[in-house]
């Protein structure tokens, strides 16, 4: 018996010596990259108050990181929820329920590059309402996706109602559309394009260099709200970033983000 358990542990050692080093150095790696990550956000937010969360992923790799001051959950979506009124028009485009016409391409443009409230307006009427809008979240998996009320709709903010998502459907949104997995690579290629000419790069992007950026900010100062998904493509790698703040101090959460996109990608890029 004795023999046994000495051969089993002779054919352990050669295992680790033959094969199992790089993947348990693979496994550290795992697991120390998301804590560096997590150390980063954490010194970088820490003079910004209300409730804050972010999200942090390397595309094609396990390197995914989530962390907030409270739990992380929905949170009220300023203008990101217009990420997912530009995929039901396009949705409801490749189902051949809607043309893309001028017009409605002329919204799309205004509503992404310059997050006008009016062309948004325009096209979730132009959709049918609310309801369209959230059968589409809910269908391709945005569990933390509500679209409530209309852009700039004050009444319906006194009543309680309000647009919600979460750094996670904004980080599975980013990640699907890059990848051409969620309306296919002819629609995803479109929506990339108007994210790649968004004019918001105040936030994370502000500080990063010697990155190809497409991403999308909501802004909500009455609410203490800012808000910026972005995705970060570099030499060394593709990398996403989210980040939703509120009931928070705007020159705070701008200089934590601008902090915040600058480490990372520096990060990332530095431990491929």
């Not at 010596?17 to 990550?37: D, H, R, S, Y």
């Not at 799309?108 to 062309?119: G, Q, V």
């Not at 918001?200 to 009455?222: D, I, Q, R, W």
Request: glycine share 6%; with cysteine.
């Amino acid at each position: 018996m004795r023999r046994l358990k000495r051969f089993g542990i002779l054919l352990t050692l050669v295992g680790v010596l033959l094969g199992g080093i790089p993947a348990v150095t693979a496994q550290a790696k795992t697991v120390a990259q998301p804590a560096a990550i997590k150390k980063l956000v954490k010194r970088d937010f820490r003079s910004v108050h209300g409730r804050w969360s972010v999200k942090v992923t390397r595309l094609g790799s396990p390197v995914s990181m989530t962390t907030g001051n409270r739990h992380v959950q929905a949170q009220r979506s300023a203008s990101t929820i217009k990420v997912y009124v530009m995929l039901t028009v396009f949705q409801r485009a490749q189902a051949h329920h809607l043309k893309l016409t001028r017009t409605v391409m002329g919204n799309l443009k205004r509503m992404i590059y310059y997050s006008d409230n009016a062309a948004t307006n325009a096209l979730i009427r132009k959709l049918g309402g609310f309801k369209r809008v959230n059968q589409t979240a809910k269908r391709f998996g945005f569990k933390h996706t509500h679209l409530r009320r209309y852009m700039l709709d004050t009444v319906a903010l006194r009543r309680g109602h309000d647009n919600y998502t979460s750094v996670h459907d904004l980080t599975r949104f980013l990640t699907l559309t890059y990848q051409h997995r969620l309306l296919g690579k002819t629609y995803d290629r479109k929506m990339l394009a108007l994210l790649h000419h968004c004019r918001n790069h105040s936030k994370l992007p502000k500080l990063v260099t010697h990155a190809k950026v497409y991403n999308k900010t909501g802004e909500f100062p009455a609410k203490g709200v800012q808000n910026d998904a972005a995705l970060f493509k570099t030499k060394h790698g593709v990398y996403t970033v989210v980040v939703m703040a509120q009931q928070g101090q705007q020159y705070a959460q701008y200089r934590a983000m601008n902090r915040l996109g600058r480490d990372v990608v520096h990060y990332l890029n530095n431990h491929a």
